[in-house]
């Protein structure tokens, strides 16, 4: 299976988020690896870039770490208890992974923290995911026609794919310093945004040098020496995994919830209509890495009541994160900010959602048109 043709396989390896959106604390298992670079042959970043994508896997287990400092206030994990789903506070902390990969149809994810476990698993059609703390599991069947991609959220999903079509003339794309990650000598490919508007001063993915898949990827705010958002592997195995490992029992006592046509599972058990992750009317504005999306989503965007028949506590949870937001106004209107290192969103008071990997004067801009 060739690495950079299937997009599937590029969400499972390049644990990253470099999108326009959020990017997403448990006891973490293993360190990054330090210590003298290693020596390999010297290879230039079209030569990676070939390798990338001429490689091919067939499977993979591994432990993966992710650390996000995004500089946010404390409302992520709000908003992960707002929305039911606790992976949402992936986007702040320190969190452990294992992730386990066995082709196009088999793949599991767990996340583990102190006080409990979260999978995700598909195996063919079916798709599990389970709950230990709240011992729940949902239970959906894809349909014959589903489209061969992970269904498993990555770490984080659609991280890759975004990250490398990142590669266009706003883009320098040089050959960083060879690393070791988790044991294993790898080759640094960096992508560095032209355009200084953008939040970001670089994307540095770590690729395995005799495998040539990516172990560690990290995100330099600009202006900042450390990562703002860093995910790499400490422990990997580039073996298939036995089949059992996407096999799920349901433990003695577990709640099992069968998710109907038009559904998808929820992590904590909960259930979420398809309709409900539509995005209509959404646009952009410009181009690259300065790329803003905005999105009409409605007068309750930020945060001023729960809509009618909205299911409480969950909906005023929601509505006060998005309340406390800071205020801000101008020729363009009014609403709230949310920004961070490497990101900013605007909550406008009309309905829109304007987000970027911008600062707050770029949106300001958007949000004029």
Request: hydrophobic share 40%; aromatic share 4%; glycine share 10%.
């Amino acid at each position: 299976m060739s690495v950079m043709k299937n997009r599937a396989v590029l969400r499972w390896l390049v644990p990253v988020t470099a999108g326009v959106a959020v990017i997403g604390g448990g006891a973490a298992v293993g360190t990054f690896a330090a210590g003298a670079d290693p020596a390999l042959p010297p290879r230039s970043a079209a030569q990676l870039l070939e390798d990338l994508r001429t490689s091919r896997l067939d499977g993979l287990s591994g432990t993966v770490v992710q650390r996000a400092d995004l500089g946010l206030p404390p409302i992520a994990a709000l908003a992960g208890q707002a929305t039911g789903n606790d992976l949402a506070g992936l986007v702040s902390g320190t969190h452990t992974l294992r992730v386990w990969y066995g082709g196009e149809d088999r793949q599991r994810l767990a996340l583990v923290d102190t006080l409990g476990e979260q999978d995700i698993l598909r195996n063919g059609r079916d798709v599990w995911t389970w709950n230990s703390r709240e011992n729940t599991a949902t239970h959906r069947v894809l349909p014959a026609d589903a489209p061969d991609r992970a269904t498993v959220p990555a770490t984080p999903a659609d991280a890759a794919d975004r990250a490398l079509e990142a590669i266009d003339p706003t883009t320098a794309v040089t050959v960083g310093r060879t690393a070791t990650v988790a044991g294993r000598s790898a080759y640094e490919l960096v992508l560095t945004p032209r355009d200084k508007a953008s939040l970001v001063h670089q994307v540095r993915i770590a690729l395995d040098a005799k495998e040539h898949v990516p172990l560690r990827l990290q995100v330099l705010a600009d202006g900042q020496d450390e990562p703002a958002f860093q995910v790499a592997f400490t422990q990997v195995d580039f073996r298939t995994p036995e089949a059992d490992q996407f096999r799920f029992n349901p433990p003695p006592g577990v709640k099992v919830t069968e998710a109907t046509e038009g559904e998808r599972p929820g992590p904590a058990g909960k259930r979420f209509d398809r309709k409900d992750a539509e995005k209509p009317d959404v646009g952009t504005v410009g181009t690259g890495w300065t790329t803003v999306v905005v999105a009409k989503i409605g007068d309750a965007a930020t945060g001023g009541g729960a809509k009618p028949g909205a299911d409480a506590p969950d909906a005023q949870m929601l509505s006060k994160v998005l309340g406390d937001l800071p205020k801000v106004s101008g020729d363009w209107g009014s609403g709230r900010l949310l920004s961070g290192k490497l990101f900013s969103v605007l909550l406008t008071d009309d309905g829109r959602v304007i987000a970027g990997l911008v600062t707050p004067e770029r949106l300001y801009e958007a949000a004029k048109g």
